[in-house]
């Protein structure tokens, strides 16, 4: 079991107010991500429901039970930090054991429990080393093992894969979404990579300046933004905003079309622009448009190859069905 | 780009600065232990005759031989426990945000700043001072007799000044192997349900594993040579009760007169020392790897 529920929470530095009081639910064996901008507290509400940090306002229930003033270990929650926070000066299996250890857990339970962990992150030839001999997916999946071991009611993970290059990223989110599957336990995940948010999560939970922006499925925020800032947060690359004439045309304040959803063509279409930058992946192209008047440039993402160049001009055509209309107030028209 | 001109180029640059440094180092030495084999006497300076191991035979059947090689240890540990011990306690007490935080922290070091024969002379008259010591006017205060402290605990006594002397060296290694422990590994462990004591056992001290160490070797160092604080208080006595190996020199050198005994006994000391080294280097030295 492992319900989260934060009735109100807040936090407060001195005079400054990281968290404005906000709600929200996590059910059992969900995994949800917490995504923003760097600053915009999602580490601080992580924190807040690890007890590492004490809310200045507000109720944090788990399980049905009132957890806002019990200390981190009373809450049975296991904590995956960015720096791993492994122990240096203990060896793998020493780490692996520490929380059952502190548990008074007997031995042969805690031994069963390691080499279980250990086949499972294939950590098995590792279990003697320290620390310091590992690389950084081996600490990674140590950090992890010691976290399983105390079977917790929810997995929090602080940006785990940030320290890891790019290559190891991709293999440990796949990891930690097996996991996910296998163990079937309540996960709060926080990153600013919109792309590990939208390839994990069950649940994603935007979040700008302490505000929860919008709670959904990734395919709702990506389908259906409610603001212009989660429409211009989510999705690789960022949808092109527009406003003035163009917006006021369809009779919104700002208008967004995302990259794939604009045809771009050498001969015809609805706005006139010039080809800037482009990048050739093979499978896609982005073309940065310019001179267009809607925006300094334009994204445009086309499948496969197409045969233009620096300075060619072009014309973009949008998908009409595919316009976002935003309010004055950024809302979702 | 360490060529082997450079490398021979680099060694002809060093070789000044360690040829000084060796000589300044093996005259002495060997001088000592030339003296140390002489009839040598202040009083008669002419008169000098080979001694062989006589200075030696003299100084290790003197009655205050053992007793000054056990005084010197006793320093020198006590010393070091009350430093180490009170430098962790008094490390992680300043290493808390606290209110005036950098003058807390001045205070903490400024005892290292006075002299060892002006902070012997304030314990012995200010503090320490049966009639008119801080101490015995406490113990008055209590309506309890005052403790003549250089008389009853001569030892104890200044293995307390010194010990106030080097708690803060202790404090400010110890405050900087502190400050560089991860704070994530601590709350990574506060959620492992590890308690506060459990926190301190398994993660603080084996992180200041190293500090420890080196405190431990640096002091060994000048503990080992304590000598302006016994002259200044006790003067070794009552009888021999608080004099070290160096203070025992001192006596055959300046009381007696005796250069050769002196250079007999620093040659003990120099064989002490080196004892102390292996031995410490054995114990806590596999810390610094």
Redesign the interface.
């Known amino acids: 079991m492992g319900q989260i529920t934060l009735q109100g929470v807040a936090k407060r530095f001195g005079e400054v107010e990281v968290i404005p009081p906000l709600d929200l639910t996590i059910e059992d064996g969900e995994f949800v991500v917490f995504v923003g901008p760097s600053g915009c507290g999602k580490s601080t509400l992580l924190r807040l429901i690890a007890g590492l940090e004490d809310v200045s306002g507000g109720r944090i229930l788990i399980d049905g039970k009132d957890a806002t003033d019990a200390s981190p270990a009373k809450r049975g929650l296991a904590m995956v930090f960015q720096s791993y926070a492994l122990y240096p000066h203990m060896s793998v299996r020493k780490n692996i054991a520490f929380p059952m250890k502190m548990a008074g857990m007997p031995k042969p339970e805690q031994d069963r429990r390691i080499e279980a962990a250990a086949k499972a992150l294939n950590l098995t030839s590792y279990l003697d080393r320290r620390p310091g001999q590992l690389s950084g997916g081996q600490r990674q999946r140590v950090a992890i093992g010691r976290a399983i071991v105390r079977e917790p009611s929810a997995f929090l993970f602080d940006e785990p894969l940030s320290n890891l290059d790019a290559a190891l990223r991709v293999g440990m989110r796949l990891e930690i979404s097996e996991l996910h599957n296998r163990l079937k336990t309540t996960m709060i995940y926080v990153t600013h990579d919109q792309v590990e948010a939208m390839t994990m999560a069950d649940k994603i939970v935007v979040l700008q300046a302490g505000r929860i922006e919008q709670v959904g499925s990734p395919l709702d925020l990506y389908h259906a933004p409610k603001n212009v800032f989660v429409a211009g947060f989510i999705g690789s690359p960022r949808m092109n905003l527009f406003t003035g004439a163009v917006a006021a045309d369809y009779g919104a304040q700002t208008i967004g079309v995302r990259p794939e959803h604009i045809r771009i063509s050498a001969t015809t279409g609805k706005w006139q622009g010039r080809v800037g930058v482009s990048e050739h992946l093979g499978s896609d192209s982005f073309f940065y448009v310019e001179g267009t008047g809607l925006a300094e440039t334009v994204t445009v993402r086309s499948g496969g190859e197409v045969g233009l160049r620096h300075g060619d001009t072009v014309w973009l055509t949008p998908d009409e069905g595919k316009i976002h209309k935003f309010d004055t107030n950024g809302d979702r028209i | 780009m360490a060529t082997r001109q450079t490398q021979g180029l680099a060694r002809l640059m060093r070789a000044p600065a360690i040829i000084l440094l060796f000589v300044w180092m093996i005259v002495p030495l060997c001088m000592t232990l030339y003296y140390s084999f002489l009839n040598y006497n202040m009083l008669n300076p002419g008169m000098t005759s080979w001694a062989g191991w006589f200075n030696y035979q003299y100084f290790y059947t003197d009655p205050a031989f053992l007793e000054s090689i056990r005084n010197t240890l006793v320093l020198v540990l006590g010393v070091l426990f009350i430093t180490v011990v009170g430098g962790t306690f008094i490390a992680m007490l300043i290493d808390k945000p606290i209110w005036g935080q950098g003058i807390v922290r001045i205070l903490v070091i400024s005892p290292f700043f006075v002299m060892p024969p002006v902070a012997a002379l304030i314990w012995k008259n200010m503090i320490m001072h049966p009639s008119y010591g801080v101490l015995a006017d406490v113990a008055r205060f209590f309506g309890v007799q005052p403790v003549d402290w250089f008389a009853q605990y001569p030892l104890t006594s200044i293995i307390l000044i010194v010990a106030w002397q080097w708690l803060p060296f202790a404090t400010l290694i110890l405050l900087t192997s502190l400050q560089s422990l ?1 704070t ?2 601590m ?9 506060a004591y ?1 926190r301190f056992f ?2 603080v001290l ?2 200041m ?1 190293r500090a420890i160490t080196v405190v431990i070797l640096i002091q060994t160092i000048f503990l080992l040579g304590i000598y302006a604080e016994i002259l200044v208080t006790t003067n070794g006595g009552p009888g021999t009760a608080s004099t070290n190996l160096t203070f025992l020199i001192y006596r055959a050198a300046r009381l007696n007169f005796d250069i050769g005994g002196a250079a007999a006994g620093g040659i003990i000391a120099v064989i002490l020392a080196n004892l102390v080294a292996i031995f410490l280097m054995r114990a806590v030295g596999r810390n610094l790897d």
């Open positions: 991860d994530e590994q709350e990574a462990a506060e959620m492992d349900g590890a308690p459990s398994y993660l084996p992180h594993a």
